[in-house]
């Protein structure tokens, strides 16, 4: 008896919480679908009348803002940052991992220290380092900092290539294989799902980061989706939800359909055997 | 390794030499044409006149090799950030105490303004907005273009019937809440004591976020308050602060009695977020707001039509039939007692409605390189056609003295506000930045004591001598905030 209760209060509680969690995206997701732009014409927690006038001026209206062009861009910086950024992060998690060289503890304490300042700290200087370079009103050059600062996040892959086992390595070391065919053929092949993970995490980054892009895009036609949807007028708040609705959207999906190499490479990442 | 090092090294440097690609300065002189970058307001853009502009001065000066392009910045981006790196326009589209914030840093050039074909025509006061003293000697940093005041809005599908039998007195085919305040306070406390919802909130007459010192400045300068005194030499003289002065208390106690007639979306920005679908839907009579907001409300009126069943046409052209702009009312009580009956008052009983204002205009930024080509654009913007078209478009009340008497009606009236000196001009200095946070909590606190005292609770703001203790600590605030760490 005291199980059954014990089962449904636990359910309470968890069906509250996931109210609370998925009652504001629910919300923003029927806002989008408001006939009326203005959140003032909500009367009490829903709208009154639904259409698709929010989307379809989303994509035609484009005179003030474009969000096409937004979304283009944003897909443009996030796309390339997660290329890059994957590649180093995993050269450096699997270098750190595998090589013990000299100063190694120490830059492996460095980088975790210095991955715990929240990144706008340095706001100021990387503007500034930007404007000497050239670099501003550049996608490029958000692609370059969001890169560079990939491989700080590396402790999970790092831990992921210390759950494979030495064995392999001095396997296929015997068979003559030199460090890069190790790297490429034999590690590789094992870590798809961190790398997968590690596509994911460093695409979603930039995919929705406000800061840096507000901070290095001046001209409208540069903003990524993020800086454009906080410049819409006052009265735009449904295009605002449904550009949020949006750009949602592709990232999920991405989650989803990876979702199984997602679980392997967050879990065995964390593990240390 | 090295293979590793390599293919690494070759997908960065891919990288970058992909990002050179499509990179160019958009400043960057296309053979002998310049290439000047405007930035314009966001209504500008939306409503096709930037588009406008720059294809009559592009045609006009296709010859002369000077081309002018929408900056395509964000309307309120920073010069004073952007400019000196390189990244700001080279003509600038702002209200006067920003500019004049840009202009004390240096940030905006001097003009010689008499070479301008609207100097002539363009009042003194514009100009004035725009001066700044430095060593003794006064420069002219901005282009007047038009006037921004606030204005009342309202339906006329909404007012009530009788108001000709009821609401006119004097019998000049003007409702009387529109010619004094005495009477507003009357036809707003009519709506509000007759509303029969479940609520008691689908009927309010005036309405306005009473924390907003530039919507409400009527209640401090018709008193005779102002924000910086001046100097022997006629400038201004951050140090003596007036928001106090005169009868501003007075003003106070009729910006409490007229909040008691909202609801307490007047304490912040409630109201002002909520007026274009308010006045759309009926709840609000009447809304004060600025005249470049003029296409939002009739966007919002029109879908209200649409709902009703009318055509996306038929409802445009009801709501441009239906929405009225008009100035302020033009008398406040000299005492501030707005429930007295206007039948009860005399000519000495009134004071004229002082409202605050701004003027917006050009500037050019010191960062250009093209000065000369500045000039010919801003005399082209400015021209008697490009005001005539921005005003038909925009809905503007111009500085150009022709085009106003030309045009009539509201824009006529607004001008002439500004000539007798019924608009006081923002500022135009930087210690303006400081004014309004302090003014913005006493308002927003004073419009708030009719809904302490609802709710069974002691008001504040009792009697004058509070408002007058509380708008001077105000000036004290201010001069603080401009002083304290200015050494």
């Not at chain 1, 695409?203 to 901070?215: E, K, Q, R, Y």
């Not at chain 2, 940030?107 to 003794?136: M, Q, R």
Request: hydrophobic share 45%; net charge negative; aromatic share 12%.
């Amino acid at each position: 008896m005291s199980k059954k209760i014990d089962s449904v209060v636990t359910h309470m509680i968890l069906i509250a919480v996931c109210l609370v969690f998925v009652f504001p995206i629910l919300w923003l997701v029927l806002a989008s679908f408001s006939k009326s732009g203005s959140i003032y014409d909500i009367d009490g927690f829903f709208p009154s009348e639904f259409s698709f006038n929010s989307y379809h001026k989303l994509f035609v209206d484009t005179a003030m803002y474009d969000y096409p062009n937004w979304l283009q861009n944003t897909l443009y910086v996030a796309f390339f940052s997660s290329l890059i950024g994957t590649v180093l992060v995993i050269l450096t998690a699997y270098t750190i991992s595998r090589f013990t060289f000299k100063s190694r503890k120490m830059l492996m304490k460095s980088t975790l220290v210095l991955s715990m300042f929240p990144s706008f700290m340095g706001m100021t200087a990387v503007y500034l380092m930007m404007v000497n370079f050239g670099l501003i009103n550049q996608l490029w050059s958000l692609i370059l900092i969001y890169a560079a600062g990939a491989p700080m996040g590396y402790l999970v892959q790092k831990g992921y290539f210390d759950t494979i086992s030495n064995t392999i390595y001095e396997a296929a070391r015997i068979d003559g294989a030199s460090n890069f065919t190790i790297f490429v053929k034999v590690t590789l092949p094992l870590a798809k799902p961190m790398l997968v993970y590690t596509a994911l995490t460093q695409f979603a980054w930039p995919w929705s980061d406000f800061i840096l892009p507000n901070l290095l895009l001046k001209n409208k036609d540069l903003w990524t989706v993020a800086v454009g949807l906080t410049h819409l007028g006052e009265t735009e708040f449904t295009r605002f939800a449904a550009g949020a609705v949006f750009i949602a959207v592709p990232i999920v999906a991405l989650y989803f359909a990876l979702s199984r190499f997602l679980v392997v490479g967050v879990s065995q990442g964390a593990v240390k055997e | 390794m090295g293979k590793l090092k390599k293919m690494a090294v070759g997908v960065l440097c891919a990288s970058m030499l992909l990002g050179c690609v499509g990179c160019g300065d958009s400043k960057e002189t296309a053979g002998e044409t310049i290439v000047l970058r405007i930035l314009e307001n966001d209504t500008a853009k939306k409503e096709g006149y930037l588009d406008a502009l720059l294809e009559a001065f592009n045609a006009e000066y296709k010859d002369k090799g000077i081309q002018a392009v929408d900056a395509n910045m964000d309307e309120y981006t920073d010069l004073a950030a952007n400019g000196p790196y390189g990244y700001g326009p080279d003509v600038i589209y702002q209200a006067n105490d920003k500019l004049m914030t840009y202009a004390e840093d240096k940030h905006i050039l001097p003009i010689d303004v008499e070479s301008l074909d609207c100097y002539s025509v363009t009042p003194e006061a514009a100009w004035e907005a725009f001066k700044i003293n430095i060593d003794g000697t006064t420069y002219t940093c901005g282009i007047p273009v038009n006037i921004q005041e606030p204005m009342l809005f309202y339906r006329l599908d909404m007012m009530p019937e009788d108001w000709e039998s009821n609401w006119d007195k004097d019998g000049n085919k003007v409702a009387d809440f529109f010619e004094n305040w005495n009477d507003l306070y009357a036809y707003s406390k009519y709506l509000r004591d007759t509303d029969t919802s479940a609520n008691g909130d689908s009927q309010y007459g005036f309405m306005s976020s009473l924390n907003n010192l530039y919507l409400n400045g009527e209640f401090l300068f018709s008193y005779g308050a102002y924000v910086f005194g001046s100097n022997d030499d006629g400038t201004l003289n951050a140090a003596d602060i007036g928001l106090s002065a005169g009868d501003a208390a007075k003003g106070l106690m009729a910006m409490k009695q007229m909040a008691s007639l909202m609801n307490e979306g007047c304490i912040d920005d409630t109201i002002i977020m909520k007026r274009y679908e308010k006045l759309a839907d009926g709840s609000y009579f009447c809304v004060v707001s600025t005249p470049d907001t003029y296409s939002l409300f009739i966007e919002k009126l029109a879908l209200a039509y649409e709902a009703e069943g009318l055509s996306a046409k038929e409802a445009e052209e009801k709501a441009k039939e239906n929405l009225m702009m008009i100035e302020l009312p033009g008398k406040l009580p000299a005492d501030g007692d707005l429930t007295k009956s206007s039948d009860a008052m005399t000519e000495d009983d009134w004071i004229d409605t002082v409202v605050m204002g701004g003027v917006n205009g050009y500037g050019i930024s010191s960062y250009t390189k093209y000065k000369d080509a500045c000039m010919e654009f801003v005399n082209f913007a400015t021209s008697y056609e490009m005001i005539q078209t921005r005003m038909n478009t925009l809905g503007i009340a111009p500085t150009r003295s022709d085009v106003a008497e030309a045009s009539g009606g509201v824009t006529d009236m607004i001008f002439e506000s500004l000539s007798e000196g019924r608009i006081y001009l923002m500022p135009s200095i930087k210690a303006v930045d400081q004014i309004w946070v302090p003014a913005q909590s006493l308002m927003g606190d004073i419009a708030k004591d009719p809904y302490r005292e609802a709710a069974g609770e002691l008001g504040k703001y009792v009697t004058i001598g509070q408002l007058e203790e509380a708008i001077e600590k105000v000036d004290q605030d201010i001069y603080d905030a401009i002083f304290t760490l200015k050494d």
